[in-house]
Nanobody, 118 residues
């Protein structure tokens, strides 16, 4: 399984970006998916997750601003990020949990950089 994250870029505070995570192979639809981020000098943190059944979970810092979704027909997951803040600046990674529960991730993408300027 390979994951390809894309959609990062440089935006100003208040703007939006949509990240995509394209998965190869046939396990995407049965897997849970998560988006993590890691800012310089900080630990990686979970941003959002979605289980096989569509149950979503968000970090408090992004609730109401970010939306995770998936299109199983396209083997692709998304992270819609609105009202971006400078503190959202980080490398964003997508990951898959083959169990479907979006709890333990076995497969990781390469990361896409999001930079938010004030």
């Amino acid at each position: 399984v390979q994951l390809q994250a894309s959609g990062g870029g440089m935006v100003q505070a208040g703007e939006s970006l949509r990240l995509s995570c394209a998965a190869s192979g046939s396990i995407f639809s049965s897997s849970g998916m998560g988006w993590y981020r890691q800012a310089p000098g900080k630990q990686r943190e979970l941003v959002a997750s979605i289980s096989r059944g569509g149950i979503t979970n968000y970090a408090d810092s992004v609730k109401g601003r970010f939306t995770i979704s998936r299109d199983n027909a396209k083997n692709t997951g998304y992270l819609q990020m609105n009202s971006l803040k400078p503190e959202d600046t980080a490398v964003y990674y997508c990951a898959l949990d083959p169990s479907g529960w979006a709890l333990g991730y076995d497969y990781w993408g390469q990361g896409t950089l999001v930079t938010v300027s004030s």
